[in-house]
């Protein structure tokens, strides 16, 4: 007889898993990212800050709508819309182009002041919002090696944001409006890979540990389960004659 094809059917079932750059949207998530940031640099070079900011606005917007004809994720375009709306906004209002990135200076040092605070407070959030996204519960917090691993890939994630602040910020200072826009791309998307490289080990690190604890840890038997063995125990005791 021949074997049935389940077994081959259970390993076609298994979809590979998404690349850590298809997590990010792939490379046209790189491109869309990096685009209303290099419209805004070119117009604001030839045609001045009004034009560069209108173009990089259109340039956003452009993206969104290609989005929802493509039938691709929103939210990734929905943000990236608003934070190129806000970037764009304090340039009017400052009347300056390196105000085009002030808002994501900014952003930076907050998150890093958030990612570090998680940490103080032993809530390091590569592990809250892993653990909420999966439904996992709050058991790795009680384990000391997932608690720090996740501590760890917190802190790459902070000195990320951290960086990003202080170069930016030097940039700007420096009014090297051009070097700002170049370390906005460079500091972006390459830098987050890193961070969630991190991310990815102390998910495994974690997992890994509280499998293990798991199957060295007994279970407990439940009162049905105590009786059901005491049942059996004494049904098979010897009989003793009188």
Same mark, same amino acid.
């Given at each position: 007889m021949t074997e049935p094809a389940g077994g081959e059917q259970k390993n076609d079932d298994k979809k590979p898993q998404p690349t850590l750059l298809e997590q990010m949207g792939g490379l046209s998530g790189l491109f869309y990212s990096s685009l209303p940031v290099i419209v805004f640099v070119i117009a604001n070079a030839i045609f001045g800050l009004t034009v560069g900011i209108w173009a990089a606005v259109g340039s956003a917007v452009a993206i969104t709508v290609l989005r929802v004809v493509r039938k691709e994720p929103l939210q990734p375009a929905i943000s990236g819309f608003f934070g190129v709306a806000i970037a764009a906004f304090i340039a009017y209002r400052t009347g300056s182009a390196k105000g085009f990135f002030l808002f994501g200076i900014w952003t930076s040092l907050v998150y890093f002041g958030v990612f570090m605070l998680s940490i103080?407070? *032993?809530?390091?959030?590569?592990?809250?919002?892993?653990?909420?996204?999966?439904?996992?519960?709050?058991?790795?917090?009680?384990?000391?090696?997932?608690?720090?691993?996740?501590?760890?890939?917190?802190?790459?994630?902070?000195?990320?944001?951290?960086? *990003?602040?202080?170069?930016? *910020?030097?940039?700007?200072?420096?009014?090297y409006t051009g070097w700002l826009a170049f370390a906005k791309i460079a500091m972006g998307y390459p830098l987050y890979a890193l961070g969630l490289l991190a991310v990815v080990w102390a998910v495994r690190r974690s997992e890994k540990h509280l499998k293990a604890r798991a199957e060295e840890t007994p279970r407990e038997e439940t009162d049905a389960e105590v009786e059901a063995r005491l049942r059996e125990k004494y049904a098979q005791a010897p009989v003793v004659e009188k």
């Amino acid at each position: 007889m021949t074997e049935p094809a389940g077994g081959e059917q259970k390993n076609d079932d298994k979809k590979p898993q998404p690349t850590l750059l298809e997590q990010m949207g792939g490379l046209s998530g790189l491109f869309y990212s990096s685009l209303p940031v290099i419209v805004f640099v070119i117009a604001n070079a030839i045609f001045g800050l009004t034009v560069g900011i209108w173009a990089a606005v259109g340039s956003a917007v452009a993206i969104t709508v290609l989005r929802v004809v493509r039938k691709e994720p929103l939210q990734p375009a929905i943000s990236g819309f608003f934070g190129v709306a806000i970037a764009a906004f304090i340039a009017y209002r400052t009347g300056s182009a390196k105000g085009f990135f002030l808002f994501g200076i900014w952003t930076s040092l907050v998150y890093f002041g958030v990612f570090m605070l998680s940490i103080v407070v *032993r809530w390091p959030l590569a592990g809250v919002v892993w653990n909420a996204l999966n439904g996992s519960g709050h058991a790795w917090r009680k384990d000391k090696k997932s608690l720090i691993s996740y501590s760890i890939a917190t802190g790459a994630m902070a000195l990320i944001f951290g960086a *990003r602040f202080i170069v930016q *910020r030097w940039l700007y200072d420096e009014d090297y409006t051009g070097w700002l826009a170049f370390a906005k791309i460079a500091m972006g998307y390459p830098l987050y890979a890193l961070g969630l490289l991190a991310v990815v080990w102390a998910v495994r690190r974690s997992e890994k540990h509280l499998k293990a604890r798991a199957e060295e840890t007994p279970r407990e038997e439940t009162d049905a389960e105590v009786e059901a063995r005491l049942r059996e125990k004494y049904a098979q005791a010897p009989v003793v004659e009188k």
